[in-house]
């Protein structure tokens, strides 16, 4: 939601400050519970902040709260013209939890247009505060006509470079990017923590003794405003990760996601899923966004603030976060009216797109949703889970809250059975107003019903989710051991939604487990919780009804690969993450226990991990085919979910859920993870090619005969008849990180916990290596892709009820015979779509390169991870290279000739390659006894980006540069 700002002038007195930085929360969400009130009434009232209420005719507000006897016995608000009414008493149609920690209230049908929504309360020298929990403003009660003094027009930011290392510590800080909002000239201040200060944008200290030091800047623009900000320096003997090649690595990869050159976010300040738009997987254009970006995003920041001791920016990212893709409470307006005793309307499950829309059964049973009382009672009406996708370009025009042109905006795809591929996808906004599409919208393709109401809709991907939980584990336990507290208010966030994940634990409509009947079996608490991260979680409700209503709904359908045992671990075992409703500990130390056990169900005699299970047999709650595998009355399922391509078939699942595994074996060297990763990283070992010295192959696609055994709990079987083949290999980048991941967590745990496994720890160091030699670009790192599936671009078929006429936002028809592409014709103008339609006319695979923003951090974060472990460590290493050469080059850019120097001491042969961006290797060069220059003709290339690289060849050393031709 984009806010508006306000400049109004009232009759009383309202100041509205409009500002984009501000430390104006009054201390919230406070401590302790909201102190007595007794009978308190303010004649004045200031909106502070951006998109606050025009609360211009209020001339009174009284509360009367009493903490002693727990009671708010009046919270009204005066008017001077009857709008509303003259006299509003509230009481009505407030909620509060005063009498807690981090007290607040939530206001709903006020009448006041802008009021309604959840606040923290506070009280600050007598006055009364509402600070927003959703904007950036706070509403102050007063009876001064003063307002007050709040906002920090100067911000001080800077960098300091290096902040960990032995002393004599040389640092460099840059303060070139703090600002002042009213342009004023700054005067920059620098106390060092060491007894040193200078003045001045960029300058230097030496810190020439151990110990942990807070190098504090001070901006003013002398006119009484200024702004500050802290960076601990720690010299040690041994202190932190200090620096090596690895560290560099995740530095380069970071500023380039971040150098708005590069494109890898929208205008608004959203990553984008890539930097290209053509692409089509699960996002089906290139610049949305997902919340497992979103989630990679909040650990880039953690990592970040690991190696640099900078903490900030982790803020800034869950700032964006809850700014963008959490929805706020005016986009799920009617979350009070949801009935936990009825929590959805039953509809089956279809397998193909064309068997739908799936009527509305009113008589089907469905259970009892036994955790969203206790949520709401925690934390208040609204559901903090991400939604899973985001237009950040409005490339489809729907905005949101059907405006049509805000950005970035909620909407969705999939929604027709486990067939339902993404080129099969209808997109829809997620605020249905029927402002597009037939006469009732884009609902008649999902549901079927005799009248349909306008609604809010979205859907969570837990395993995005439970991975913010999870970098938040690692951001608390960096900090603390920097002896650095990072922001409270972040680790509540995530402690949140670890425990709105909750919901996730439950059969899709609370039916018991194994069930096998759509027309039987109504769950009555959780008897129908099978513990698990299902695929999703889905929540809405009406638009502006008369009988406003809400829903809720999990899935029956469970992964392996939306599996996260590092999240359960942190929300059952750190005392800082223990959730803070009534059941989420109990709840999650339970999924702790199952998700292991699921994993050890799963896993095939080779090593890897099969798909998952469902409490509903063809989405219908069937009865299972005779001889199913079961696990605690779940069936088993090598493709759960989705099968357009099967959902068990992807070599990624392996890599990304079993790299928690590993974390988790590496955290608690818990003897059921340790088996099942010893098992795993040797099935891997056999799997992954290296290819020469600079290329490598990982499996792709994956076949699966057989099945488990049925689940004993205390006689777990060894699943001789389930079986894993490797169909394809592939070279996805992001998915090979996540793969080094594993390998080095694993590395680290037998370390830590037992006999060290080297041979992993050089896996993961061959895949990095390999890849950073052969796939880095001048925008990260990239490798071909060929795409044979694009033809679909052409032929497919998307299926629209014989009954159905509409069209899209931008005009599109929707009818019976439209395709993926005549329902995206923005797609004509992409400037890769002439390269697509002649590949597709020539009969051959379209090839590209993409820059998926979520691979490009988690290779960052895969080498920051193999630097904090092993480093430039090469201990037990039967190839210990020696030190690197020196290599010199220029003049770059060139037009013509290109001087190389190699300083190698005449060691050894030097192996010179001259390589485009499409990985082609352009010229070759071979210097030879002892031979330290030569020039390498560059005169009838192509002027672009190429890569030098330079291979010693006696210690099997590779540097990389780029080059630029004229």
Known sequence: ????????????????????????????????????????????????????PNLSNITNFTINWSLENNGLYQFSLLTNNGIPSWWNDLLSKVTHNFNQNQPGVTISSSGFPGLDGSYWVATDNGNFVLVSKTANYRIYFSNSAIAPTCVNKVVAEFSATPTYGTAPLLVDFDASASYDTDGQELTYTWDFGDGNTAVGVVVQNT?????????????????????????????????GPGDNEYFRRFNEIRSEFYDPANGYFSADGSPHHSIETLIVEAPDYGHESTSELYSYWIWLEVMHGK?????????????????????????????????????????????????????????????????????TAT???????????????????????????????????????????????????????????GQDGFLPFFIGDQTYSKQWRYTSAPDADARVVQAMYWAQRYAKEQGISISNLDMDKAVKMGDYLRLAMFDKYFKPMGVQSETNGAGTGYDSAHYLMSWYISWGGSVGAQYPWAYRISASHCHFGYQNPVAAYALTQEQ?????????????????????????????????????????????????????????DMAYDDNPVYHDP???????????????????????????????????????????????????????????????????????GANNGLSVNVVNYGKDLGIAASLAKALIYYAAATREHGKFDAASRDLAKEILDRMWRTYRDDKGVSAPESRGDYSRFFTQEVFVPNSYNGTMANGDAISPGATFLSIRSNYYNDPEFPALQ????????????????????????????????????????????????????????TSDILNIYVGNEGKGDVEIRLIDLSGRVIKTDLMTNGQQSTQMSLGKLPSGLYILETNDLSINKVQRNKIIIK
């Open 307 to 375: 190696l640099s001791g900078d903490w900030s920016e982790l803020n800034n990212v869950w700032t964006k976060l809850e700014q963008f893709i959490i929805p706020t409470h005016d986009d799920q307006p009617t979350n009070a009216q949801y009935d936990p005793s009825s929590p959805a309307t039953y509809a089956p499950e279809f397998p193909l797109p064309d068997d739908y829309p799936s009527p509305l059964n009113f008589s089907a049973p469905v259970g009892v949703d036994p955790i969203s009382p206790d949520l």
């Open 838 to 893: 002649a590949a597709y006319e020539s009969g051959v695979d379209y090839t590209t390169r993409y820059h998926r923003s979520w691979a490009q951090i988690e290779v960052a974060l895969a080498n920051a991870e193999y630097g904090l472990f092993f480093g430039e460590d090469t201990s037990e290493r039967l190839d210990t290279p020696k030190s690197a050469p020196i290599v010199g080059i220029g003049p770059n850019p």
């Open 646 to 716: 099967g959902s068990g078939t992807w070599f990624g699942w392996q890599a990304w859920s079993m790299e928690r595994v590993a974390e988790y074996y590496y955290i608690t060297n818990d003897a059921r993870a340790k088996k099942i990763m010893d098992k795993w990283v040797g099935w891997v070992k056999s799997e992954v090619r290296l290819l020469g010295s600079d290329d490598f192959e990982i499996p792709s696609t994956l076949e699966w005969s057989g099945q488990p055994d049925t689940w004993n709990a205390n006689n777990p």
């Open 207 to 239: 810190y020439t003794a151990n110990g942990i030091y807070q190098a504090k800047l001070t901006v003013s623009d002398g006119l009484g405003s200024e702004g500050e900000k802290v960076i601990p320096i720690s010299v040690t003997d041994d202190n």
């Open 379 to 437: 934390y208040g009406e609204d559901v903090y889970q991400m939604h899973w996708l985001l237009d950040n370009d409005n490339f489809y025009g729907y905005g949101n809250r059907g405006d049509g042109t805000s950005t970035p905006s909620y909407i969705n795809t999939f929604q027709r059975g486990e067939q339902e591929s993404v080129w099969e996808t209808i997109p829809h906004p997620s605020w249905e107003e029927f402002n597009w599409g």
């Open 576 to 632: 800082d993450m223990r959730p803070l409703s009534q059941n989420g500990h109990r709840d999650w130390s339970e999924s702790l226990t199952r998700q292991m056990e699921f994993y050890e169900w799963l896993q095939s005699k080779e090593g890897a991990i099969a798909g998952g299970a469902t409490n509903s047999w063809n989405g219908n709650y069937s009865t299972y085919p005779s001889g199913k595998a079961t696990f605690y």
């Open 1 to 52: 939601m984009k806010l508006r700002k306000l400049s109004v002038l009232i009759l009383i007195l309202i100041t509205l400050n409009a500002f984009s930085q501000t430390t104006c929360d009054f201390g919230t969400p406070a401590s302790s519970p909201l102190a007595t009130t007794n009978h308190k009434t303010y004649s004045y009232v200031h909106v502070l902040g951006d998109g606050g």
